[in-house]
């Protein structure tokens, strides 16, 4: 009966050890998934950035665009005022 019960006690502290070390592990990979998480809201705030930024780009470049526009048509009716003058003369 000792040795049963010395068998149970040995037994026993593999089990506890075995459990530990699980209780272990899974605190490892909480600790990684709340890691991942918080990477993941980091990522998906910077494509947010990222997306502003190109959308503000691209409203810059189309006001450029507009803006050269008018300075092509000044451009363009001071050539054809300057013309109109010189075939006066």
Do not use: C, P
Not at 6 to 24: D, H, P
Not at 57 to 84: G, P, Y
């Amino acid at each position: 009966m000792d040795m049963f019960i010395t068998e149970i006690v040995k037994q026993g502290g593999g089990y506890i050890l075995a459990a530990l070390a699980l209780f272990m592990l899974n605190a490892v990979w909480k600790a990684r998934l709340e890691e991942i998480k918080a990477r993941l809201v980091q990522e998906h705030d910077d494509k947010a950035l990222l997306i502003s930024v190109i959308q503000g780009n691209a409203t810059a470049l189309s006001d450029f665009r507009a803006v050269m526009l008018e300075v092509k048509t000044m451009l363009m009716d001071i050539r054809a005022h300057q013309s109109a003058k010189d075939t006066m003369l």
